[in-house]
């Protein structure tokens, strides 16, 4: 692979239910994100993680959970999922060993629908 | 508060020049993003500017005012394929990048 993959692709839940987006990069970035997108709305940070080990809160991580066991994956895991979490979700990563250029790279994307 | 502000949508024609504006408000500034984005498929880095001018890349250019607080990215010569929406994001003070809700450029032949 080349980039960041994520999957699946989409996916309707039914509420209540747990629910992991996988996301995995080879492109040995140490950073990683989790966005969603909602119409109108910018990319929301849910959670990131600056490097294998370390994760941190973005701007809405309430019902969100993440992990970094390695510097390859990013699980983001909704442990009883609500329909106001329906969205696009994109995971990112970044190499921050660069000084001050954070160019992010995006995967392709998982559609998540609650019912 | 921090704030991204961009238009919701423009419209222009084919082979013509757009300039979509952004204006931002943030806790600190490390850079200013612009990304492209299709619809349906993922965001895709388009420039970045850390100084003040212009920065020009092929047919597109973004421009960076630090004092004012203002970016505008120039798309020349349009062409059908640059229909997509144009996100502008500010990298903050603790290095997150903070995103306008992006402007949705539409291309008329």
């Known amino acids: 692979i080349a980039g960041i993959t994520q999957a699946p692709t989409s996916q309707i839940l039914a509420a209540g239910r747990r629910m992991t987006l996988r996301c995995t990069q080879d492109m040995r970035h140490n950073a990683m994100y989790w966005y969603r997108q909602d119409l109108g709305l910018g990319l929301r940070l849910i959670h990131y993680s600056n490097t294998a080990g370390t994760t941190g809160k973005g701007e809405v991580p309430d019902g969100y959970s993440v992990s970094r066991a390695n510097t390859d994956d990013f699980p983001l895991t909704l442990a009883s999922a609500v329909p106001s979490q329906t969205s696009v979700y994109f995971c990112?990563?970044?190499?921050?060993?660069?000084?001050?250029?954070?160019?992010?790279?995006f995967g392709p994307g998982t559609r998540l629908t609650v019912l | 508060g921090q704030n991204i502000d961009q238009p919701t949508e423009m419209t222009a024609t084919e082979g013509a020049i757009v300039q979509i504006n952004c204006t931002y408000q943030?806790?600190?500034?490390?850079?200013l993003f612009w990304y492209q984005q299709h619809a349906g498929e993922a965001p895709t880095f388009l420039s970045y500017n850390v100084l003040d001018g212009l920065e020009e890349k092929g047919r597109f250019s973004s421009f960076l005012s630090r004092s004012k607080g203002y970016s505008y990215l120039l798309l020349k010569e349009l062409q059908m394929k640059d229909s997509a929406s144009y996100l502008c994001?500010?990298?903050?003070?603790?290095?997150?990048?903070?995103w306008g809700a992006g402007t949705k450029l539409i291309i008329k032949p």
């Open positions: 990112a990563s970044s190499d921050q060993s660069l000084a001050d250029y954070n160019e992010q790279f």
């Open positions: 994001a500010v990298l903050d003070s603790n290095y997150q990048l903070i």
């Open positions: 943030t806790s600190g500034f490390n850079g």
